[in-house]
Structure formats: C-alpha cells, structure tokens
C-alpha cells in the first residue's frame, strides 16, 4: 500500500522545508516537491507540522514496584504514547536479584508480546551484577537490548554498589552497550527518609525534603567519573537539577561525553506543588521535582547541548494505589503519568513559547535518543528508507489537559487543566495510520518489539 502526505512543513533535527512524502509500505519511499505518484491514500497536510515519531526512551509499564504495579499496560500504555505522537518507548526490564536475566527479559517479553500498540524496546536493568549477570550481557546485546540501567538509589530493592557498577561498565564497554543510571545518593536519601519518618514528618512534602539536591549532584558526579574511568559509554537519566547537570559540564571539560535525559515535568513543574496535603503525592517520583532556577537550567542545557533527550519516566499509578502512602510518603509509589502528554507539552511550553527551535524540539523528542539507543535511522528521522513513523501537528489547535479524556489508565493527571497550543492529528507507526483526529485506528498486537544496534556513545 502507497500512501502520500503532500505540501506538509517536515522538519527534522537540521532541516525545515515544504514536501510530500511517499510511503510504500511500513517505509519512507521519497521525499520531493509535488511528488507525482498514484497512492492508495492521500493525505493533506498544508498548514501541518510534520515530525519523525516521538521516542520515549524512560516508560515503565506493568512495572512491579513499590507493592504494586504501575497501572498502564503495554496495551492501554503503549496507545495513550501514540495519541500523543510518541510511536516507540523504551521499557526497563528489571532483573530480580538473585536472579538471571534472562528469566527477566522472559518475564517481561511475556507481558509485551502481542500486547503492544505502538513500538517499543527493552533496556535491562541490572539489579545483580556477578560473575553469572556479567556472562550474560552479551547475550542481552545479541537480543537487541543494548543499553544496561542501573540505580544507585531505591536501597534494599534496586540498588547496586560501586563495584558492580565498575564491573558492569567493564563488561558493557566491551561487548558495545551503554550504562544507563538512575543518579541518586541512595545511603544518604535511605538515611534522609528515615530520619523524617520517625520524627513524625510523613506527608508528600518530606519525600521533597529526604532528596535534597546534593543527592544528584553527588551521584552524577560519581558516575561520570565512573564512565571516564572505565570509557563505558554512559547516560544519566531523569536528570533534575543545576548541582547534576554541572557534574556532566564538568566532564566535558576533559572531553568526556556523558549523555543526559531530562524529564517533561522537571521543565514545567515545580517543588511548590508539594505544599498541599496529601495531594501533593500525585508528584511523588524520584528524585523529586526541583525549584525554578533548575528548570532555567535544563532549558539552557537544551540549547547547550548538555541535555539530549527529554523523556518521561512515565510511571503512573491510580489515585488508589497512591493512598498506599496516605499516612507516609515512603511507601506511595514513586512516579507519575505523562506517556501521552511529553510532545504536545514540549511543543507547547517549548517551541510556542519560544524557548527551544522546531530543530531541537526534533533532536530531543526523537533523533537523539535513536542515535544513543542504537535505532537511527530506522527509526528518529525522516529520510528515505527508514520506517515511516510520521507525526502530523496542527500548530493552530487549542486544546485542554484532563484525566476525563486522557488516554493513560489512571484517573488523575498532573497537567488537569493545563491548556496547550498545538495537537496531534495524526500519527503514522510504519507506514500505517494510527491515529487519526483522535481515534485509534489499531489494536493491540500491532505494536513490534525493536531490536537495536551497538551503540558507540557518539552521536
Ligand atoms: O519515581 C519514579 N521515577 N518512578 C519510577 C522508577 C524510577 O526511578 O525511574
Ligand atoms: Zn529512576
Ligand atoms: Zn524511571
């Protein structure tokens, strides 16, 4: 099947002009002036922008965390990211300690398989890293699963020590993957935690206050001193704040690149919605939303280069499930929704409000994360021959955030109300219309696991 998208704006990480792009199947066939060519399927996108398919590279769906699950599917997950011209996510398997894994990539291939709405891929994270894991990397890149997550936070549950993460860098250097981090000071925040639980300070506020700044800063430096050591590429996710983020300038002045990722919310939300109540638990997640100066920060380090990729960590629980913690903000579940609302945001807050360039909002939405995560030029661009995943925005469109008509399955949101210039209209997952003038046009099973290349750590 052949299908034409004619006189759209298309604009990719460098570039911005007025063309038609063929489509021959799940591929980009050409990209020309008034393409002459009989297709099946016409589409009209004067006025449109139009963009390479979103990639999230940080989502955790039907994640068993905290005594729960986090509550998208890879079905309801997978399809709120495409309403919001996301087409491909990268989901963390987490290994369970004691454990091989491979039992995990199993757990969670079961879960994903026939499931999935949009693409999506795995990184591993590594949980227990010894002498059996180690064996095991290089099957894990052999499956396609080339980048390898750790945490140094979250003690007692996913963290590991200085010597696994030495040991692991080894391995994955070698055998041409990357090392992922959750960058926080998992010994202080456990102390921290503990300190204002028994002094009788539960409410959300305190989660705030047990991850103080330091924490990030410490652990980014930590680890960027880590991957200079042992020249493993490395990339810090979910990074928050002015302490970390000058940790990474650091390492470039000794040519080092340490890649970064920052969140949606850590750019437009702020610390003060913790001074309410319990409410303020609909932004528990870790490390904690920072203060405004930060958010000044990670928009300049866009624009610096510093920050890469701007993700989600999408991690969503129900109001329910959030109540776990009602008397004790240690035990409400980490992390918040945002899969269907990273791109129309960023567009939004963004490029309308003049603070990132179209080519950037490309870079950091899409093309980069392709190109660390060993998927470009598959998938993260527009060009001849990669896999036509297409999002097409009407910049003229008003429109409001609510948990009534989102698609993620939890019944709050952390945007209610917020109102956003600019929306999707439709999205094409390889070659196939997927979403048009907000309906859904596939079913679960259409979604393809994506196997990916060594990465160099250069991009
Ligand atoms: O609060 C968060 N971020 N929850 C998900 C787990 C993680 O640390 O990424
Ligand atoms: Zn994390
Ligand atoms: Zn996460």
Known sequence: MKTLIQHGRIISASDDYVADILIDGELISAIGKDLAVNAEQTIDASGMLIFPGG????????MPFMGTFSSDTYETGTRAALYGGTTTVIDFILQKQGNSLRAALDEWSGRATGNAVGD??????VTDFNDSTKGEIKEMIDEG????????AYKGALMIDDRQMIGLMEEVKQQGGIVTVHA???DMIDYLVQKNVSEGKRAPIYHYLSQPEVTEAEASERFADMTNYTECPGYIV???CEGALNAVRNATRRNQKVFVETCIQYLVLDASLYEQDFDGAKWVMS??????KDQATLWAGINQGLVQVVGTDHCPFTWEQKQMGKDDFSKIPNGHPAIEHRMELLFSEGVNKGKISLNKYVEVTSTNAAKIFGMFPKKG???VGGDADIVILDPSVKHTISA???HMNTDYSGYEGWDLSGKVKSVLLRGKVVIDDNKCLVEKGYGQFVKRKKVSGII
Do not use: C, Q
């Not at 999230?56 to 039907?62: F, G, I, Q, S, T």
């Not at 699963?145 to 140094?152: A, E, V």
């Open 287 to 292: 490390p904690p939303l920072r203060e405004k």
């Open 120 to 125: 999506y891929s795995f990184h591993m994270a």
């Open 238 to 240: 979910h990074l928050t």
């Open 404 to 406: 009534k008509t989102h």
């Open 55 to 62: 990639i999230d590279p940080h989502v955790h769906l039907e």
């Open 184 to 186: 926080t000071n998992g």
């Open 145 to 152: 699963i080339t980048s390898f997550k750790t945490f140094m």
């Open 381 to 383: 661009t527009i060009s």
